[in-house]
């Protein structure tokens, strides 16, 4: 299966500022097929980007991704208070579908 | 709006035996896939289960091969996990989740269920 690896785990940063997360696949995800989401305390996980860099419904779009091959990077442009959470990237290449380890962006 | 409305769960000993259910609304369900997801105690996130559309195709992730069960009632837009053979490591919160694009197998969740806690404990 593909492993995914998050870094930071952590990432401490102020509102308005920008933040960058980074996914680095085990082996090639091939057809774009990656996805970012949001997960915050006691609530589901929320899709934010799709086909590595598409924005989901009703995403803002200060939320960015890109990347491909095996490195893949989330994008938010101004940090606002409600983006202080957990985010998650996940592989569609090849089954099983896998998730990263999480990277949470806190104040 | 879509909506994902799960119930079941709770505590069961090692060995027994559970089932959670997903009821759907504000989409077509019978043109969906759809998936359970699993997320232990502070940990991440873990794929569980795939069901196609129309129930003609089902994947497990090796973890749970032949102990737990997905399916679906399209008549009634719901889709259940049984979980069988339960073990401690199965603990953790359980989410239905709809896979995004219609009729195809995408392996990605554009909306997911609220959540169960599954116990599995002596």
């Known amino acids: 299966e593909i492993v995914l690896t998050q870094s930071p785990g952590t990432l401490s940063l102020s509102p308005g500022e920008r933040a960058t997360l980074s996914c680095t696949a085990s082996?090639?995800?091939?057809?774009?097929?990656f996805a970012w989401y949001q997960q915050k305390p006691g609530q589901s996980p929320r899709l934010l980007i799709h086909g590595a860099s598409s924005r989901a419904t009703g995403i803002p779009d200060r939320f960015s991704g890109s990347g491909s091959g095996t490195d893949f990077t989330l994008t938010i442009s101004r940090l606002e208070p409600e983006d202080f959470a957990l985010y998650y990237c996940?592989?569609?290449?090849?089954?099983?579908?896998?998730f990263g380890q999480g990277t949470k962006v806190e104040f | 709006q879509i909506q994902l409305v799960q119930s079941g769960g709770g505590g069961v000993q090692p060995g027994g035996s559970l089932r959670v259910s997903c009821a759907a609304s504000?989409?077509?369900?019978?043109?969906?896939?759809m998936h359970w997801v699993r997320q232990a105690p502070g940990k991440g996130l873990e794929w569980v289960a795939f069901?196609?559309?129309?129930?003609?195709?089902?994947s497990y992730a090796d973890s749970v091969k032949g102990r737990f069960t997905i399916s679906r009632d399209n008549s009634n837009n719901t889709v259940f996990l049984q979980m069988n053979s339960l073990r401690p490591e199965d603990t953790g919160v359980y989410y239905c989740?709809?896979?995004?694009?219609?009729?195809?197998?995408?392996?990605?969740?554009?909306?997911w269920g609220q959540g169960t806690l599954v116990t599995v404990s002596s």
């Open positions: 069901i196609r559309f129309d129930g003609s195709h089902k």
């Open positions: 082996l090639t995800v091939r057809g774009g097929y």
């Open positions: 996940q592989q569609y290449s090849r089954s099983p579908p896998t």
């Open positions: 989740a709809k896979d995004k694009e219609r009729r195809q197998d995408e392996y990605f969740f554009d909306y």
């Open positions: 504000g989409f077509s369900f019978s043109d969906f896939g």
